[in-house]
Nanobody
Framework: QVQLVESGGGSVQAGGSLRLSCAAS????????VGWFRQSPGKGREVLAA????????YYAAAVKGRFAISQDNAKNTVYLQMNSLKPEDTAMYYC??????????????????WGQGTQVTVSS
């Protein structure tokens, strides 16, 4: 079992930045991939980025590439999502998720075994 806790959300004005954290505990060896997703009211869960915790290879959705950056601190079992140039449409609940699989389709929610509770991000114009 892996437990994930997100933090770092909040309210920010358009153009601002936030850094989200996803801290893992438990069987962290099963945390082979970590992804960030978001969900707005009435919409499905949207993938943003993912990282292979072993290789450090990163993956990005086209919608956020160049604005968001995923990174990790393995010593702290923490994955980060740096979000820059935030827009009102970035307002959502942000979730991190972990997968124990060795190979995954990183952009699908079904690939991930464990999910955090989410952290709210609100961007005002």
């Amino acid at each position: 079992q892996v437990q994930l806790v997100e933090s770092g959300g909040g309210s920010v004005q358009a153009g601002g930045s936030l850094r989200l954290s996803c801290a893992a505990s438990g069987d962290t060896a099963s945390r082979r991939y970590v992804g960030w997703f978001r969900q707005s009211p009435g919409k499905g869960r949207e993938v943003l980025a993912a990282i292979s915790t072993g290789s450090g290879i990163t993956y990005y959705a086209a919608a956020v590439k160049g604005r968001f950056a995923i990174s990790q601190d393995n010593a702290k079992n923490t994955v980060y999502l740096q979000m820059n140039s935030l827009k009102p449409e970035d307002t959502a609940m942000y979730y991190c998720a972990a997968s124990a699989a060795r190979v995954i389709i990183w952009s699908t929610t079904q690939a991930y075994n464990y999910w955090g509770q989410g952290t709210q991000v609100t961007v005002s114009s």
